[in-house]
């Protein structure tokens, strides 16, 4: 599994640097930039898990990196904002564009290591018979952090689905109607929380990795079962 890599942007060396020596030491790969003219740069030419980043800055400010950034770009990076100062409308502007986090100053650092470590080890089972679109999602979710398990045969999946409480189970929606009724009549036989995606192969991977992701989050906010 690869390194978590983030990008540091902050105006003050200090804390840059210290941000950078404490993430170094968790075991994440860290970068850093100066302004938001270099974070915009890096993060055009880059893809980070995580890009933590101070919104009051000269030239650019943060929110108006990720603004340019999402025109730009697609990008699977989440943004963690953090401010000095209480300003509503920059906040808005941050949830509005999508943000990871928007955090107070003084730093807590404890909480920006739990937001990153947050889905880590969150298992994933992916049934799928097609092997490009099975290998595709594995390596896209492996690269997220998470843990992602495949099967190819019914039998082996209900196995899987028997002995670890999957986060979420991605299977194809073209598949037979038995093969679909056995895999969700398993889970609600368990009684588990399991949230079930169907996809097919005229969808992206990277579309199905939006979708666990949302769909995650959505669930360890309200506690429900998603399922889409």
Known sequence: ????????????????????????????????????EEALSKCLENEYDFVLMDVQMPELNGIQVLAKIRDSKQTQSKFIFFSAYS????????????????LRKPIQVEKIIDLIRD????????????????????????????QAIET???????IQLRQINYSCLIYDSD?????????????????TD????????DELASEVVEK?????????????NYSI
């Open 152 to 158: 190819e045969k019914l039998d082996d999946a209900l």
């Open 119 to 146: 889905k880590r080890g969150i298992p994933i089972l992916i049934h799928l018979e097609d092997d490009h679109m099975r290998t595709c999602l594995s390596n896209l979710l492996k690269n997220q952090g998470y």
């Open 194 to 201: 399991t949230i079930c995606i169907t996809t097919n192969e």
């Open 212 to 224: 666990v992701g949302f769909l995650t989050e959505q669930k360890k906010k309200g506690g429900a």
């Open 1 to 36: 599994m690869k390194k978590t890599s983030i990008l540091v942007v902050d105006d003050h060396p200090a804390i840059r640097s210290t941000m950078l020596d404490i993430l170094e030491e968790e075991g994440f790969s860290a970068e850093q930039a100066v302004n938001g």
């Open 87 to 102: 300003v509503p409308e920059l906040e808005e502007q941050a949830v509005a564009l999508g943000s990871y986090a928007f």
């Open 175 to 191: 598949s037979a109607g038995f093969e679909q009724d056995a895999l969700t009549s398993t889970i609600k036989s368990l009684q």
